[in-house]
């Protein structure tokens, strides 16, 4: 049900994603700096393809299963699921950053 390489993906709580902000904070706190050379914007923070994905069927528990890798100081999970793959793919790997 779980496959690695690339994204945290999930849905519609927007207000649970963790801001860049707030994971700044969290890496400051826990003495951890920025891996990857990433691009950055004001607005969007750091623009990079997913490094870990959970996929599941609908009612798996994918979303307990995020929020509990998004305790870590080092994720930053999204709020919305993307739907790259099954809504999305067509708009490409720069929609999908
Ligand atoms: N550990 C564990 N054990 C048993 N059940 C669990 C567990 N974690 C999550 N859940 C239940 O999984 C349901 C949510 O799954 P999803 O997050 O995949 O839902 S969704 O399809 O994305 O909406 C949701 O079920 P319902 O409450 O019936 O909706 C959760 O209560």
């Known amino acids: 049900m779980i496959t690695?390489?690339?994204?945290?993906?999930?849905?519609?709580?927007q207000?649970?994603?963790?801001t860049?902000?707030?994971?700044?904070?969290?890496?400051?706190?826990?003495?951890?700096?920025?891996r990857g050379g990433a691009a950055s914007t004001p607005d969007y923070g750091e623009k990079k393809l997913p490094?870990?994905?959970i996929i599941g069927v609908k009612k798996g528990g994918t979303?307990?299963?995020l929020e509990a890798?998004?305790?870590?100081p080092d994720v930053r999970a999204v709020g919305v699921?993307?739907?790259?793959?099954?809504?999305?793919y067509e708009k490409?790997?720069?929609?999908?950053r």
């Open 20 to 34: 860049d902000e707030e994971l700044a904070g969290r890496r400051a706190a826990n003495g951890s700096s920025e």
């Open 4 to 13: 690695a390489q690339s994204a945290l993906l999930e849905r519609e709580a």
């Open 69 to 72: 890798i998004r305790v870590h």
């Open 92 to 96: 490409g790997l720069e929609w999908y």
């Open 63 to 65: 979303r307990a299963l």
């Open 15 to 18: 207000e649970s994603s963790t």
């Open 81 to 88: 699921e993307p739907h790259f793959f099954d809504r999305n």
């Open 51 to 53: 490094q870990a994905l």
